[in-house]
């Protein structure tokens, strides 16, 4: 099976900051990636298919990158409404996996 | 637009069988679309559990695929989940999903349910 691996588990930052979440695999899956937003008591909300692009409604200060086995998802500048948990998401051959989630806290 | 609703019981007896459907709405199951179910324990992160096709066609993850049957009812445009011999490992939100489609080959799951919590216990 294809690991996911995130990092950082846990990230604390401010409004209008720009944070990086990395997304390793445990081999190469093209670009066969997605990232998802999720808040307590919701589903997983789409933002980025084939690593690099955005889902349709999806703000554009979200952006992803990567190929192979890094990839990382970007928010340019924090809003109050994008404290989540984010998890990426494989999608070559089977199973699909997710990585482990990524917490992203207000500071 | 199409949407997805879990539907079943929320408590199940230990080594008894978790079942729930997915009804669609909004759109038919006929489609070139793969319906997967996800689920998440509580406060843990998300596991693909399977996933169908409306021929009946249906892949599933290696750590279940002793316990899982996934099934397809097109008459009810629905499809549905058993998961046999149940644990309290098994205790989770169980979310339907429908696969994004490019070019032929699924990219992502960009429809899901709103989730069902089912819990394992006596």
């Known amino acids: 099976d294809i690991q996911l691996t995130q990092s950082p588990s846990f990230l604390s930052a401010s409004v209008g900051d720009r944070v990086t979440i990395t997304c390793r695999a445990s081999?190469?899956?093209?670009?066969?990636l997605a990232w998802y937003q999720q808040k307590p008591g919701k589903a997983p909300k789409l933002l980025i298919y084939?690593?690099?692009t955005l889902q349709s409604g999806v703000p554009s200060r979200f952006s992803g990158s990567g190929s192979g086995t890094e990839f990382t998802l970007t928010i340019s500048s924090l809003q109050p409404e994008d404290f989540a948990t984010y998890s990426c998401?494989?999608?070559?051959?089977?199973?699909?996996?997710f990585g482990q989630g990524t917490k992203l806290e207000i500071k | 637009q199409v949407q997805l609703q879990e539907s079943g019981p929320g408590l199940v007896k230990p080594s008894g069988t978790l079942s729930l459907t997915c009804g669609i709405s909004?759109?038919?199951?006929?489609?070139?679309?793969?319906w997967s179910w996800v689920r998440q324990p509580p406060g843990k992160g998300l596991e693909w559990v399977g996933e169908?096709?409306?021929?009946?066609?249906?892949n599933y993850s290696p750590s279940l695929k002793s316990r899982v049957t996934i099934s397809v009812d097109k008459s009810k445009n629905q499809f549905s989940l058993n998961l046999r011999s149940v644990t309290a490992a098994d205790t989770a939100i169980y979310y339907c999903?429908?696969?994004?489609?490019?070019?032929?080959?699924?990219?992502?799951?960009?429809?899901w349910g709103r989730g069902t919590l089912v819990t394992v216990s006596s």
């Open positions: 999903a429908r696969d994004l489609r490019v070019r032929g080959v699924t990219n992502a799951f960009d429809i």
């Open positions: 909004g759109g038919s199951i006929s489609t070139t679309n793969w």
């Open positions: 169908i096709y409306h021929s009946g066609t249906t």
């Open positions: 081999q190469g899956i093209s670009s066969f």
């Open positions: 084939a690593a690099s």
């Open positions: 998401l494989h999608l070559t051959g089977y199973p699909r996996t």
